[in-house]
């Protein structure tokens, strides 16, 4: 039962150029979502979150945007480097006082100078 | 750098016998956590730590699995009796509250031979 979802296991984007990683969730409960960068052989970074009470935040060249209705969120990246190359997950944790993190499968963006 | 920190790194034991990972997370952290992730797979969630008191566990933890964290620092993950399944990174995590995001540390890859 897969509660977190990212359905592209890859991407490929120019130098420059916006790169978008999306993100579905089917547990209504979930309240807060968080973006993490994992390069090889380190733990995950912590990216960039979102409250469900926001359907965007900003920081710097990365922007989250959350579509409650549709239980969808999207990491946007611009303009995107070759450094930004690594592994995102996308991670919910639900409302009620529980602290435990959901992780989707992660996507693998590759960045071509 | 006063990260979360993980001992070992890599651990190769033979099937059945016990290994023990330690994580020290960040000093002022009060929330711990331990994450396990297999190739391809996002990380899962196995348990949580409000200083020492352990307050959430997985059903991934089985009763091979043990977890403490005796003086609210640092934690020991015990795994009894390994089994070829166990091999995966064992990722530690920290916070400060629930309202902040999770670090992790640089994990700990276990084979089980």
């Known amino acids: 039962d897969q509660q977190v979802k990212q359905n592209s296991p890859s991407l490929s984007v120019q130098e420059g150029r916006i790169s978008i990683l999306n993100c579905d969730y089917t547990n209504s409960m979930f309240d807060y979502f968080l973006w993490y960068k994992k390069y090889p052989a380190e733990g995950p970074t912590f990216l960039i979150s979102i409250s469900s009470i926001k359907d965007k935040n900003e920081d710097g060249r990365f922007t989250v945007f959350l579509n409650k209705s549709a239980k969808h969120l999207s990491l946007h990246i611009v303009p995107s480097q070759p450094g930004d190359s690594a592994v995102y997950f996308c991670a919910a944790r639900r409302g009620g006082g529980s602290e435990k993190l959901v992780f989707g499968k992660g996507t693998k963006l590759t960045v071509n100078p | 750098d006063t990260g979360v920190s993980q001992n070992p790194r890599h651990k190769i034991t033979k099937r059945g016998q016990n290994v023990t990972f330690r994580c020290d997370p960040i000093s002022e952290h009060n929330r711990l956590y331990w994450y396990r992730q297999t190739l391809g797979q996002g990380p899962e969630f196995l348990t949580y730590f409000q200083n020492e008191a352990q307050l959430e566990k997985s059903r991934l933890l089985s009763d091979r699995f043990s977890a403490e964290r005796p003086k609210g620092s640092f934690s020991t993950l015990e795994i009894q009796r390994t089994e070829q399944g166990d091999s995966a990174m064992y990722l530690c995590?920290?916070?400060?509250?629930?309202?902040?995001?999770?670090?992790f540390g640089q994990g700990t890859r276990l084979t089980v031979v």
């Open positions: 995590a920290s916070s400060l509250d629930s309202s902040t995001e999770a670090f």
